[in-house]
């Protein structure tokens, strides 16, 4: 089991940028791909971006694709999502994920450990 804990969240003009960070500890040195999700209010959590276990291989959800970008840290054990050009629809609960594979997947169905969530608010 990995331990997950997301920082960096906070509220932020829209056009802005956050960095959000995921610390993980626990079983660390086997590996395991990482993505971050998000939850909207009155929103089902859906897919933001995802990473393999050496950071190679990368997604994103169409709607950040060009915005976010997604890395991971192996030997500080932290995963980051860059966030520029924040929109009032970033709004939402951010979690990062944690699954014991080298690949990453997309469906939540795939992750076995999550973080508590940090919020990211945008203003107009």
């Known amino acids: 089991q990995v331990q997950l804990v997301e920082s960096g969240g906070g509220l932020v003009q829209a056009g802005g940028s956050l960095r959000l960070s995921c610390a993980a500890s626990g079983r660390t040195s086997s590996s395991y791909a990482m993505g971050w999700f998000r939850q909207a209010p009155g929103k089902e959590r859906e897919f933001v971006a995802a990473i393999s276990w050496r950071g190679s291989i990368t997604s994103y959800a169409d709607s950040v694709k060009g915005r976010f970008t997604i890395s991971r840290d192996n030997a500080k054990n932290t995963m980051y999502i860059q966030m520029n050009y924040l929109k009032p629809e970033d709004t939402a609960v951010y979690y990062c994920?944690?699954?014991?594979?080298?690949?990453?997947?997309?469906?939540?169905?795939?992750?076995?450990?999550w973080g508590q969530g940090t919020q990211v608010t945008v203003s107009s």
């Open positions: 994920a944690a699954r014991p594979a080298t690949y990453y997947g997309v469906p939540q169905k795939d992750y076995v450990d």
